[in-house]
């Protein structure tokens, strides 16, 4: 059983930055595959950004690539989002996930689910 708990998001103007981060708790939590979805009022929940196991492979959704970083630090079982340049499109609940040996960037194959943290962008 692994459990994440996020934390960091808030209110950030349009244009600004923000960091998110994930920490991890559980048996092997630094074996799995890491990332992070986002839902918005009204819409499906959608696939944001995503690490693997060692760090050393990301892959980002296109509405986010070059503005958002994924990063984590196994030694903290932590993982990082950060978001610059941010637009009021990017206003969301962002969950952190979780999926064993595999970059986790499907919701249905998802193993584990954070509660989730608000980031609102105000214009």
């Known amino acids: 059983q692994v459990q994440l708990v996020e934390s960091g998001g808030g209110l950030v103007q349009a244009g600004g930055s923000l960091r998110l981060s994930c920490a991890a708790s559980?048996?092997?939590?630094?074996?799995?595959?890491m990332g992070w979805f986002r839902q918005a009022p009204g819409k499906d929940r959608e696939f944001v950004a995503a690490?693997?196991?060692?760090?050393?492979?990301?892959y980002y959704a296109d509405s986010v690539k070059g503005r958002f970083t994924i990063s984590r630090d196994n030694a903290k079982n932590t993982v990082y989002l950060q978001l610059n340049s941010v637009e009021a499109e990017d206003t969301a609940v962002y969950y952190c996930?979780?999926?064993?040996?595999?970059?986790?960037?499907?919701?249905?194959?998802?193993?584990?689910w954070g509660q989730g943290t608000q980031v609102t962008v105000s214009s």
């Open positions: 559980g048996r092997a939590a630094s074996q799995y595959g």
């Open positions: 996930v979780g999926e064993r040996m595999r970059l986790p960037t499907t919701a249905r194959t998802i193993d584990y």
């Open positions: 690490i693997s196991s060692s760090g050393g492979g990301t």
